[in-house]
């Protein structure tokens, strides 16, 4: 989730005055930064994948599932390893420890973070190891639940919020002056508090918005539905009427930081041979993040009920939204310096590279930026571009400090870069650009963020390799998949539709094969999400599958094992942009709507929740078979010779 330092955090009132501070501090820190490192290159090619799993606690006797708020305990277990190659390192300079994998705290105490031990590397093989990878994380992880608890990977609890869907039990009480998010729903147990970056996070964005976050979610309109769509706040139990205010008919209200931040994802990152390649990865991925988040989509239910989006974007972009009202355009700029289009937490505003300059209509959106900041930048060396993209990430206040990691007179030493990282790790975009950490062999990288997490490993392999193995075709072969941002930010709310996949046209681009050198419009259609993946019959246009296949075809060191578990990814990721397999949404959808429990009224029964996780869990384990979400999940991996070969 970001930067996670050690200290107490600050609440609003005690940041206000330091916010000048860090922004100053943060952009000398970037620039030194920038000029030390913008001409390193020769790094390797790693990559890897972040998949945050929830704990579901099963009570068969009454058939309800709840969320098991046991990550601390969980995560004191996880990391011994970590922990004690640590204090290894520490007293004799070396370990004899070889993690598996790495764990991580995530925002809702209900969550864990998975990574692999280590990067994965430039070699094919790898993409055979992805899978087991997955699987032994979620092992480890497995071992250590209790017999009537499981490890789900989805990106969203269908009855987050609802009464009783915690164990243990919680309440949501907003009068209680201990509770940070004041939530009608959402009680302060099931923020993860074993580090007080969450909780004073959360208080924090509440408290500098000036009101609670409001998350209105359109209802799924099934044939029982009350029309209008309205909640009894009161008998919900407000007390100022505000939220009666802040809901929209037909909509389903949630009003708390945990509804966006306890969904889970899967992330990839990027490590780049330079900072020219790592911007170029930003700007190729940028127009495939819509696209793979359509592909992807599996939060069709939220707060109980069945809602009329697939996807968790806009929640979690809402579920941060710190602007004020002025920077909302709601009231006259008077405190504020800026009226903020977007979120927080949202798709970028700008290209990075040299090729978005040789079309002058791929940055079509106005850019809102400190021109104060962007000055210094450019007098401290930064190119154009770079220097508009850090001006704009500052233009936000830092919502999380630590007293302890401020001083005072300025003095901090040469490789610092906490107060750079403390405002851009709070900017959650669709990509980011990650600059190499002080003191680390580690390159310049980009994050890849939108995708929805997937009910199996089998799933979530596929998608890992494809966008993997499509960044590296895009590097070899130079081809360019840059379309306007506007019509980037546009496909981001198609994308987020219900069915997307069978429904909506996407802006993309077919003559991707023009080189970046060139300065010719872009020749732009709008295509299914079959033509994009799958290709126009009789045009130039093949599909980015058929990319990625040429570009294997092209490599030497495909073995056949690796061959066979790719062919069935692919198979994987064809059949569900053609409609014959279903995404997670609509497979959860119809789960839900056949459910003998269900009435028709959008209304997520319990018990349809208890056997969809019972289900989810079976299939994972690949003792239920549905067809309708993946016919062929054979892989025949050999992670440990690709080890020994590595």
């Known amino acids: 989730m970001g930067l996670l330092s050690v200290g107490k955090p600050m609440t609003w009132e005690e940041m206000k005055e330091w916010q000048e501070h860090v922004r100053h501090y943060g952009v000398k820190q970037f620039i030194k930064l920038y000029n030390r490192l913008k001409d390193e290159k020769g790094r390797v090619l790693k990559w890897g994948d972040e998949v945050e799993y929830m704990i579901v606690k099963l009570d068969h006797e009454s058939r309800k599932a709840r969320l098991s708020l046991r990550a601390e305990d969980l995560l004191d277990e996880l990391t011994q390893d970590e922990e004690q190659m640590k204090a290894d390192m520490e007293a004799k300079g070396s370990s004899d420890i070889q993690l598996k994998s790495l764990w991580r705290p995530e925002y809702a105490s209900y969550m864990v973070e998975g990574t692999p031990g280590t990067p994965y590397g430039g070699c094919i093989g790898f993409f055979n190891t992805v899978e087991h990878n997955m699987r032994m994380r979620r092992q480890a992880l497995e071992k250590l639940l209790k017999d009537d608890e499981i490890c789900i990977s989805l990106s969203a609890f269908p009855r987050l919020g609802c009464p009783d869907f915690t164990d243990p039990a919680t309440e949501a009480d907003p009068e209680n002056p201990d509770n940070f998010s004041k939530s009608l729903f959402w009680p302060s147990e099931a923020t993860f508090l074993g580090h007080p970056r969450f909780s004073r996070l959360s208080a924090n964005i509440r408290e500098r918005r000036g009101e609670k976050v409001a998350i209105n979610i359109p209802i799924y ?37 945990g509804f966006g931040m306890g969904l889970c994802c899967l992330q990839l990152t990027f490590q780049a041979d330079n900072i020219a390649e790592a911007r170029n990865l930003y ?31 806009d929640i979690i972009s809402a579920s941060v939204d710190d602007r004020t009202r002025e920077e909302r355009g709601l009231d006259p700029l008077k405190n504020n310096q800026f009226v903020i289009p977007k979120s927080r937490y949202d798709s970028i505003d700008s290209y990075l590279s040299t090729c978005a300059e040789k079309w002058p209509h791929y940055n079509d959106i106005e850019v809102i930026y400190d021109k104060k900041i962007y000055n210094e930048l450019r007098e401290g060396g930064v190119d154009e571009l770079m220097a508009q ?66 009910i199996s490993d089998f799933e979530n392999a596929a998608v890992c390799c494809f966008v993997v193995l499509l960044t590296r075709a895009l590097l070899s072969y130079k081809w360019n998949l840059l379309i306007p941002i506007s019509l980037v930010d546009e496909n981001m709310k198609r994308a987020q539709k ?46 980015l599958l058929t990319l990625v296949r040429e570009y294997l075809r092209g490599q030497d060191d495909v073995e056949v094992d690796t061959s066979c578990t790719l062919s069935n990814y692919w198979r994987l990721l064809s059949q569900r942009a053609s409609g014959k397999l279903e995404t997670n949404a609509h497979w959860i959808r119809e789960f839900i ?42 892989r025949k991996t050999k992670t440990k010779e690709i080890n020994e070969k590595a």
Not at 235 to 252: R, T
Not at 620 to 625: C, D, E, N, V
């Open 221 to 257: 309109k099934d044939v029982n539905t009350p029309d209008p769509f309205l909640e009894d706040y009161p008998h919900l139990g407000s007390i100022d009427g505000k939220e009666a205010v802040a809901a929209k008919p037909d909509h389903v209200y949630m009003d708390a930081m």
């Open 283 to 313: 700007d190729q991925l940028t127009p495939l993040c819509p696209i793979m988040l359509a592909l992807t989509a599996t939060t069709p239910a939220h707060r109980g009920y069945l809602v009329d989006t697939d996807c968790r974007w």
């Open 389 to 454: 993209h850090v001006a704009h990430l500052f233009i936000r206040d830092s919502v999380s400090m630590f007293r302890n990691k401020i001083k005072e007179d300025g003095n901090y030493e040469e490789s610092d870069l906490d107060h750079f990282e403390n405002i851009q790790s709070t900017n959650w975009q669709t990509m980011r650009f990650k600059p190499p950490p002080p003191g680390d062999s580690i390159g310049w990288r980009v994050e890849f963020r939108p995708c929805e997490l997937q």
């Open 498 to 543: 219900r069915d997307a996949v069978l429904t909506q046209k996407f802006y993309w681009r077919t003559d991707i094969f023009t080189l970046c050198d060139e300065s010719m419009e872009p020749v732009i259609q709008e295509l299914s999400i079959d033509e994009i993946i799958n290709g126009i019959p009789g045009t130039e246009y093949q599909g």
């Open 593 to 634: 709507r056949k459910h003998p429990e269900y009435k028709g009224d959008s209304v997520v029964p319990d018990g349809a929740v208890y056997d969809l996780m019972v289900a989810i869990d079976q299939i994972q384990k690949g003792t239920r078979k549905e067809p309708k979400l993946f016919a062929n999940a054979e």
